[in-house]
């Protein structure tokens, strides 16, 4: 080998975590005691999180994996999880009947079964992939055999290609007949992954009961859910504080987790933050990366010891008239606080309005808007006047120690009067819908619409991207019928029920480039397109119709300054109708500009 060749060749080893390391296999092993994992040939104490942040956290505190629900991204994470001797659940992202898919749709099933494959024939030799994860909560009620057996498929057909990781798919709680079919129907997985909150207590238990005899992961665990909590008598669920919610993670992972043979590990849920049902319901870290006090707990477990300084503690918060109030009441909120090292807190109140919706996980949610001259703090006490707008409200108190971590608890209100309209926040431009410098998400690609099956979206695609490293590639498969995509905010609000979307008035045109993979395909873009349904709909609509593409990256403009503007609720979107064949085309720097 010539020596420039040669010396090219270390350089690459050398900075490319997933050449310079081989597969490390992973095996189930089954014995009279129960089960385990081996990684390596050496058992595998699995302490894991649901979530791709904050890893250097996560490692200090005694956790070894993490969980995905998708492989968007996937390379790079591997790579920082192998950096730091952690491993991954890699998780495949499959269709949801409860959203349109159809698994009686052969073109649609095989179609997923591809992507799948692709990614493990891509990633099989990483040395931080623990497992393959196929599809979450999938199943429904459990009853459809067409889902199982396409779960089947896909599990038989990676063990075929990497007989070296197991493969596992992932059940929300155990409910009637989940268990007895993915055992009857899918003898290629290896683990089932459960999913459960209010009552993981009694998992292993009832696992048993229901006929469970192949190992198992608790692969989401936390506080008890929304759907199953206490609610206010206008609906709204009552949320545990957060140091309540550390002795339910610590009940379940004792009873369902460490104290069962079959068990295999968990992952936490969630190590980040997200908004569902309300801002801080399930995630174990703030937004700053406070550490919640789940997050020590979770450590204590995986350690064997507390962490050297441990989360404040909220006793209690207590709200006198909290409930149906009028509109401009004035309430008093007073918390009690401690902190098991006496260190100095810092407390923040903040008012944020409430569309008391209990949010499907599997569905994005935009966040609650934070109503500003609302509150006056006092420490651990603080004034609130109620806005005039009618409807639901939360009032957050967070609590900080200095020295990273963290409390927090709401308390619910509801305002007795007619809703006032919110109007769309005015954004900075340019407000980029999607590039690679993306420092936020405004709009979602959530709204998937015609021929569900037949559509494909790679978000980190490196095919000669127009800028940057990646872009987006989309796909329509089908010969016939019509698909399409559409960024929105929020996620999947189809019929303009809930507050969203931006004022663009300041926006004189939406840019984007494009091309195609063959040349000729025909697509239309769009901006707007509810503009009649819900009290928050589109302002306004437009679009570049049948636009055909060529095989180098073109700049696209949609004009906007005849345009309602006000409310962009459905940012960006394409649609393309059957063409004979598949349809590929590429997108990459999506904004809206002045």
């Given at each position: 080998m010539p020596a420039r060749l040669l010396c090219f060749t270390?350089?690459?080893?050398?900075?490319?975590?997933?050449l310079a390391e081989s597969p490390i296999p992973v095996q189930v092993e089954r014995s009279t005691a129960g089960a385990k994992l081996t990684r390596g040939g050496e058992?595998?104490?699995?302490?894991?999180?649901?979530?791709?942040?904050?890893?250097?956290?996560?490692?200090?505190?005694?956790?070894?994996?993490?969980?995905?629900?998708?492989?968007?991204?996937?390379?790079?994470?591997l790579d920082q999880a192998h950096a730091r001797g952690m491993t991954v659940c890699v998780g495949m992202w499959l269709g949801h009947e409860r959203s349109g898919f159809?698994?009686?749709?052969?073109?649609?099933?095989?179609?997923?079964?591809?992507?799948?494959?692709?990614?493990?024939?891509?990633?099989?030799?990483?040395?931080?992939?623990?497992?393959?994860?196929?599809?979450?909560?999938?199943?429904?009620?459990?009853t459809n055999p067409a889902v199982w057996y396409a779960v089947e498929h896909i599990a038989r057909e990676i063990k075929r290609i990497d007989p070296g990781h197991p493969t596992m798919t992932v059940i929300a709680e155990l409910g009637d007949h989940k268990v007895e079919s993915l055992h009857r129907f899918c003898p290629s997985i290896d683990i089932v992954g459960i999913n459960s909150y209010g009552g993981i207590a009694t998992v292993a238990e009832r696992y048993r009961k229901a006929g469970g005899t192949k190992p198992y992961i608790v692969t989401e665990f936390g506080a008890r859910g929304p759907w199953e909590s206490e609610k206010t008598e206008?609906?709204?669920?009552?949320?545990?504080?957060?140091?309540?919610?550390?002795?339910?993670?610590?009940?379940?992972?004792?009873?369902?987790?460490?104290?069962?043979?079959?068990?295999?590990?968990?992952?936490?849920?969630?190590?980040?933050?997200?908004?569902e049902t309300t801002a801080t319901w399930f995630g174990m870290l703030l937004p700053d990366g406070s550490r919640l006090a789940a997050a020590d707990t979770m450590s204590e477990f995986w350690t064997g010891k507390p962490v050297a300084n441990r989360c404040p503690e909220i006793v209690s918060l207590d709200m006198p008239g909290a409930g149906k109030v009028k509109p401009g009441a004035k309430l008093i909120a007073t918390a009690v606080v401690e902190d098991p090292e006496q260190d100095p807190l810092k407390f923040d109140w903040i008012l944020r309005s409430d569309r008391v919706v209990v949010a499907n996980g599997n569905d994005a949610q935009s966040a609650e808007s934070e109503l500003a001259n609302t509150v006056v703090a006092n420490g651990?006490?603080?004034?609130?006047?109620?806005?005039?707008?009618?409807?639901?409200?939360?009032l957050f108190l967070y609590v900080r120690d200095g020295q990273g971590g963290a409390a927090v608890a709401?308390?619910?209100?509801?305002?007795?009067?007619?809703?006032?309209?919110?109007?769309?926040?005015?954004?900075?431009?340019?407000?980029?819908?999607y590039s690679d410098d993306m420092t936020f998400e405004p709009y979602a690609a959530s709204g998937y619409m015609g021929n569900h099956g037949a559509i494909k979206q790679q978000l980190d695609c490196e095919e000669n991207p127009h800028a940057g490293a990646t872009c987006l590639r989309a796909e329509y498969t089908a010969g016939d019928q019509w698909g399409g995509v559409v960024w929105q905010s929020p996620p999947s609000d189809w019929q303009g029920e809930q507050p969203g979307g931006y004022d663009l008035?300041?926006?004189s045109a939406l840019e984007f480039w494009a091309r195609g993979a063959k040349g000729g395909e025909r697509v239309t873009f769009l901006c707007g397109l509810n503009t009649t349904d819900g009290a928050y709909h589109d302002s306004g609509k437009t679009e570049l119709a049948n636009f055909e593409l060529t095989t180098?990256?073109?700049?696209?403009?949609?004009?906007?300054?005849?345009?309602?503007?006000?409310?962009l609720k459905n940012g960006f979107g394409w649609t393309t109708a059957g063409q004979g064949g598949e349809v590929v085309f590429y997108l990459d720097d999506v904004r809206f500009v002045e």
């Open positions: 270390l350089l690459l080893i050398a900075f490319s975590p997933c058992p595998y104490a699995l302490h894991g999180a649901g979530g791709q942040t904050e890893l250097d956290l996560l490692k200090s505190l005694g956790g070894n994996s993490i969980r995905t629900w998708g492989a968007d991204n996937l390379g790079p994470l159809d698994y009686s749709n052969e073109a649609a099933v095989v179609a997923q079964l591809e992507v799948c494959l692709e990614v493990v024939q891509k990633y099989k030799s990483h040395p931080a992939v623990l497992l393959w994860g196929i599809g979450n909560e999938i199943e429904g009620e459990g206008w609906g709204a669920p009552i949320e545990p504080t957060s140091t309540a919610k550390a002795e339910h993670y610590a009940e379940g992972y004792r009873r369902a987790v460490a104290g069962d043979s079959l068990c295999l590990g968990s992952y936490a849920f969630l190590w980040g933050h997200k908004q651990e006490s603080a004034e609130v006047t109620m806005p005039s707008g009618g409807g639901g409200y939360r709401n308390v619910p209100l509801y305002v007795d009067a007619p809703i006032e309209k919110v109007a769309a926040t005015k954004p900075k431009l340019p407000l980029v819908v008035s300041a926006a180098e990256w073109q700049l696209y403009r949609i004009p906007l300054e005849s345009l309602d503007r006000t409310r």
